[in-house]
């Protein structure tokens, strides 16, 4: 099998061979930078707070939902029957700590 190619045609693939070549390395240069590196890796710690952030915000957003769905009603009326013993358990609890708290005082 010959190669039918002139001498130029040779040369001109060459040269566009060094040139593909020439960028190659300068893309693997950039990826390999270490401001690059300290960039990659500075977003994807940011991509990753910000989706943890997210999820707390919408776990945050439910919680406060079902919170709030216990305690008042769809016509958002208070249910006085849910908020009476819920107060009462948190005056009682905050009592018991009061009274800690003064017995480790004495």
Do not use: C, F, W
């Not at 040139?19 to 390395?25: D, H």
């Not at 009592?95 to 480790?104: D, E, F, M, Q, S």
């Amino acid at each position: 099998m010959s190669d039918a190619r002139t001498p130029a045609q040779i040369e001109a693939d060459i040269v566009r061979r060094r040139q593909e070549l020439a960028v190659t390395l300068d893309e693997i240069g950039v990826r390999l930078h270490p401001k690059t590196i300290v960039g990659d890796a500075k977003a994807k710690a940011a991509a990753a707070v910000d989706r943890t952030a997210g999820r707390a915000y919408v776990l945050a957003n439910r919680a406060v939902s079902d919170v709030r769905s216990q305690l008042v009603s769809e016509d958002g009326a208070p249910r006085m029957e849910r908020i009476v013993p819920v107060a009462l358990v948190a005056v009682g609890l905050v009592g018991l700590l009061a009274v800690g708290a003064r017995k480790r005082r004495s």
